[in-house]
C-alpha cells in the first residue's frame, strides 16, 4: 500500500525558516517522480513544486521561486521542502503527492498533508 | 501558464441526479486533463487522468471526456458519499502543472 506522510509543519514568523518531510512507503521511490502541492486555509490546490526520480531535475511554482529548495533521499525514501523568507501568503496545508509512473506531471496518490502557519 | 476555469463553483444536486462539472482551459491542452475529488480535511483523490481515463479503484460512475480546451466530469448517479470538491488539473503545459478553481457539490 502507497504511503506519504508528512511532517515538520507548525507556526513560524514571517521571514523565517521550516522544512518540511515526507515519509514515502510502499512503492519503489526512487523511481517516481515527485511533488508538493499546498492548500491555503478555505482555498483551492496549488501547486508548488516537483523533482525526479534521481534529483536531477526541479520545478517551482514563481511565487516560491529562489525561497523554496525540494531535495530527496532516495537511500531514506524521503522528500523534503526547505522553506525560507516565509510568508503571511504561504499559510497552507502542504501535500507531497506521487507522480503517475508514465505520467510525471500528474499526481496520483497523496499525504494527508501538513500545515504550515506563518503569523507574528 | 494556462489558466483553468471550473463551473459551477458549486451545486446542489439530489442523490441519483446526474451531475456535470465543467473545466475549460486558455488554450489546447489536447486530453491532458485530470480530475481529483477532496472531501473535508482529507488529501485529493485522482479520478480521471488523461481526460477519459478511470483511475484504479475509482467507481465507473465517475467519467470523464473532452479534449482541447473544454472538458467535463460526469457523476452518472450522484450518491452520499460524493459530496466533496472537485478540481481539474492541466497536465500539458508544465511547469507549473495549473489547478482548477474548484466545483463544490452539496447533496440536497
Known amino acids: 500500500e502507497v504511503q506519504l506522510v508528512e511532517s515538520g509543519g507548525g507556526l513560524v514568523q514571517p521571514g523565517g525558516s521550516l522544512r518540511l518531510s515526507c515519509a514515502a512507503s510502499g512503492f519503489t521511490f526512487s523511481t517516481y517522480w515527485m511533488h508538493w502541492v499546498r492548500q491555503a486555509p478555505g482555498k483551492g490546490l496549488v501547486w508548488v513544486s516537483r523533482i525526479k526520480s534521481d534529483g536531477s531535475n526541479t520545478d517551482y511554482a514563481g511565487s516560491v521561486k529562489g525561497r523554496f529548495t525540494i531535495s530527496r533521499d532516495n537511500a531514506k525514501n524521503t522528500l523534503f521542502l526547505q522553506m525560507n523568507s516565509l510568508r503571511v501568503e504561504d499559510t497552507a496545508v502542504y501535500f507531497c503527492a506521487r507522480a503517475r509512473s508514465i505520467a510525471p506531471a500528474v499526481p496520483d496518490y497523496w499525504g494527508q498533508g501538513t500545515l504550515v502557519t506563518v503569523s507574528s | 501558464d494556462i489558466q483553468m476555469t471550473q463551473s459551477p463553483s458549486s451545486l446542489s444536486a439530489s442523490v441519483g441526479d446526474r451531475v456535470t462539472i465543467t473545466c475549460r482551459a486558455s488554450?489546447?491542452?489536447?486530453?491532458?486533463l485530470n480530475w481529483y475529488q477532496q472531501k473535508p480535511g482529507k488529501a485529493p483523490n485522482l479520478l480521471i487522468y488523461a481526460a477519459s481515463s478511470l483511475q484504479s479503484g475509482v467507481s465507473s460512475r465517475f467519467s470523464g471526456s473532452g479534449s482541447g480546451t473544454d472538458f467535463t466530469l460526469t457523476i452518472s448517479s450522484l450518491q452520499p458519499e460524493d459530496f466533496a470538491t472537485y478540481y481539474c488539473?492541466?497536465?500539458?503545459?508544465?511547469?507549473?502543472?495549473?489547478f482548477g478553481g474548484g466545483t463544490k457539490v452539496e447533496i440536497k
Open positions: 488539473l492541466q497536465s500539458y503545459s508544465t511547469p507549473p502543472l495549473t
Open positions: 488554450q489546447s491542452i489536447s486530453t491532458y
